[in-house]
């Protein structure tokens, strides 16, 4: 550990980010220099959370926020956090799925949930770790909690990437679209044009659909292209500014309305299993599920998304019969 008192944390919220690789570590910058919680960061190598805790904690003064951060190796070390967030796994390498990722990082989450939540039994989760549907199943599973309490993080990502690729298109601010993607966070994902604007405006009168066509498919590919790019790993700035919208919409009880890796009992027709959807986000997890209306070709889409992440719900499960 650092030298830096556990005790200092309380009575803030606290935020345990699990993994102290790229996304963990940059996630627990955002959460600091949003001045959002105290962040404890373990990871299962040995100096590693606590090098980077002592690194950002030295940056506080000039970022101006009085958090406070912990690396460490110990879960005891992160007790009574509000927040849990698995981003510890194996990243893709290029020609890897997600999918690929399914039982090497299934073992990952379920070691490393069950030792957060035994010292934070009241903490909501957030699954960061690809494959993101299915982990985020898994999870939910191994932890006993109820469904609001347990989301992935994916639907946030797929539709900021939307966002840039519109805006870059069009030339103007990103803060200005307002994009909307559905489903698996794969190359199945469903982005919706029809629910996404700028300004207000349906896109679909700004850009034609040839090219609309386009942005969508890159879009659903658009980890795979950051992938290609770095050779080694993939894309971590963009997905840990996703989580830290979420993790504040919780902490401030913003009750945002997040596009998120829910648990669907039956609305939009599917049923137990987890899938990007839109959802209202505050302070003691999802609040409530949107049902967008769909066209059938849209209905269909989404459907075939949920097929691609239910086939790989039994291999993952599978992890838990064989007390991984």
Known sequence: MTDA??????PSTQVTVVGAGNVGSTLAQRLLERNLANVVL??????????????????????GHNRTIVGTNDYQDTANSDIV?????????????????TQVNGKIVIDTL????????????????????VMTYLAWKVSGLPPHRVMGMAGV?????FQTFIAWELGVSPQDVSAVVLGGHGDLMVPLPRYTTVSGIPVTELVPA?????????????????????KQGGAYYAPASSTCVMVESMLLNQRRILPLAAHLTGQYGLDDLYLGVPCRLGQGGIEEILELTLTPA???ALERSAAA??????????????GA
């Open 5 to 10: 008192p556990l005790s200092l944390f309380r």
């Open 298 to 300: 849209e209905q269909a």
């Open 210 to 230: 040839p090219r609309l066509e386009q942005l969508m498919e890159r879009t659903r590919s658009g980890g795979a292209e950051i992938v290609q790019l770095l």
């Open 157 to 161: 990502l797929d539709s900021v990437r």
């Open 42 to 63: 373990v990871d299962i190598v040995a100096g590693r959370p606590q090098g980077v805790a002592l690194d950002l904690s030295q940056a506080a003064g000039c970022e």
């Open 309 to 322: 992440v239910k086939v790989q719900l039994p291999r993952a499960l599978e992890l838990l019969c064989g």
């Open 114 to 133: 069950r030792q957060a939540l035994a010292v934070s039994p009241q903490a909501s989760v957030i699954v960061v770790t690809n494959p993101l549907d």
């Open 85 to 101: 967030v698995i981003t510890a796994g194996l990243p893709r390498r290029p020609g890897m799925t997600r999918d690929d990722l």
